[in-house]
């Protein structure tokens, strides 16, 4: 044990003062799943991409280039990706699973389909149901859903940040091969 005692620096641990000011909500995206709260989907097909998804031991989602996911096969699934805010109005980016010639007859895709269908016009929230999704509408009146300015190419920017892969050395490709 040192007889020298180095100076505390707590910068390393937070922030001095008060809670900090929230930041602004259009650097607060992320990608996530139906959530458990209710909340309505853009309908504009201009707000939605049917993507690659590469999701990481540690749940992290990346988005794939659709040239490298032809290379990685099952490991990516393809999604809908849909501008979406929750009743507070807290955007997101919705992820649920896209339809392909093998899932067409899965109940939870064709479920999750449904929900999202109506999530475009109502607010809702979903919920597991035993072998599927279960929708519930709010019975609540709601605000017109006000939506973003931003493009979806800046929606999908702030809210994948560095997670994107566009080639095979990508640090979350050598990961996933490296087993």
């Keep these: 044990m040192s007889d020298v005692i180095e100076e505390l620096s707590l910068d390393v641990f937070g922030n001095k003062g008060f809670s900090q000011e929230p930041s602004s909500e259009e650097n607060d995206w992320e990608v996530r799943s139906f959530p458990d709260k209710p909340f309505r989907a853009n309908e504009d097909p201009e707000k939605s991409l049917v993507a690659h998804v590469?999701?990481?031991?540690?749940?992290?989602?990346?988005?794939?280039?659709?040239?490298?996911?032809?290379?990685?096969g099952s490991d990516v699934k393809k999604r809908v990706l849909v501008e979406a805010q929750m009743a507070k109005g807290d955007k997101?980016?919705?992820?649920?699973?896209?339809?392909t010639p093998k899932n067409h007859n899965n109940d939870w895709v064709s479920s999750a389909q449904s929900a999202l269908k109506k999530s475009m016009?109502?607010?809702?929230?979903?919920?597991?149901?035993?072998?599927?999704?279960?929708?519930?509408?709010?019975?609540?009146?709601?605000?017109?859903?006000?939506?973003?300015d931003l493009t979806l190419e800046e929606i999908v920017e702030k809210a994948f940040g560095d997670r994107l892969i566009t080639d095979m050395d990508h640090p979350a490709i050598i990961e996933l091969l490296s087993f």
Excluded: N
């Design 54 to 72: 590469l999701t990481s031991a540690s749940g992290d989602m990346y988005l794939v280039a659709m040239d490298i996911a032809i290379q990685l």
């Design 92 to 99: 997101f980016l919705l992820s649920i699973s896209a339809i």
């Design 121 to 148: 016009s109502k607010m809702v929230r979903v919920s597991r149901a035993s072998d599927s999704y279960r929708v519930i509408e709010s019975q609540r009146p709601c605000d017109k859903a006000i939506w973003s």
